[in-house]
């Protein structure tokens, strides 16, 4: 309870986390534990304790959502520029890949904030953005086929960084002004 308390109260002032080390391939984002409140269905609690964490997280901060989609989508354009088109170029297929496999994660976060949504699992983003009503078109189909054959290339592996770039495009573009789509 205590924990679950601080990272609300953390949530909602504009600050999360991210546990690398906890769980694959992408860490546990404290985000995540918002998600799990405001969908507990509690078998037993006399004291009320998890109806109070969930009226607490019922709406996604603004604060949260704010820093959540200018961190992620920095991160995208600054791992695209900055390591993306390097490993790229020298023809570096894991380097590549690692870079747009993370990117698009971090593409999700930011698509989960716009739509005021809750990532809970990692494992259904891709499936969940397909339902929202502010992500770019066709944003899984997309994502799926650049990281299931990115290249073995440097032009193979730019044009991959290339489909991963409009998407980033995509999702700034749908990100100003800001969306009012609730999950």
């Known amino acids: 309870i205590e924990r679950s308390e601080r990272t609300i109260g953390q949530a909602k002032s504009g600050r999360y986390e991210i546990h690398f080390a906890q769980q694959p391939p992408f860490g546990f984002w404290s985000g995540t534990l918002l998600g799990e409140c405001a969908c507990a269905l509690p078998l037993?609690?006399?004291?009320?304790?998890?109806?109070?964490?969930?009226?607490?997280?019922?709406?996604?901060?603004?604060?949260?959502?704010?820093?959540?989609?200018?961190?992620?989508?920095?991160g995208v354009a600054f791992g695209l520029t900055a390591f993306a088109g390097?490993?790229?170029?020298?023809?570096?297929?894991?380097?590549?890949?690692?870079?747009l496999a993370r990117c698009v994660w971090q593409l999700g976060l930011a698509l989960f904030a716009l739509n005021h949504c809750y990532l809970v699992n990692d494992k259904t983003?891709?499936?969940?953005?397909?339902?929202?009503?502010?992500?770019?078109?066709?944003?899984r189909?997309?994502?799926?086929?650049?990281?299931?054959?990115?290249?073995?290339?440097?032009?193979?592996?730019?044009?991959?960084?290339?489909?991963?770039?409009?998407?980033?495009?995509?999702?700034?573009?749908?990100?100003?002004?800001?969306?009012?789509?609730?999950?």
């Open 44 to 74: 037993h609690d006399p004291s009320g304790q998890v109806e109070r964490l969930r009226r607490q997280v019922a709406a996604y901060p603004e604060a949260l959502r704010r820093v959540v989609l200018d961190d992620m989508l920095s």
């Open 86 to 99: 390097k490993f790229a170029a020298r023809g570096d297929v894991w380097g590549t890949a690692s870079c």
């Open 125 to 139: 983003l891709l499936a969940e953005i397909d339902g929202f009503a502010f992500a770019p078109e066709g944003f």
């Open 141 to 183: 189909v997309r994502a799926e086929a650049v990281l299931s054959a990115p290249g073995r290339t440097p032009s193979e592996l730019g044009s991959a960084i290339d489909a991963v770039a409009a998407l980033h495009r995509e999702t700034l573009a749908l990100s100003s002004p800001p969306a009012a789509s609730r999950c």
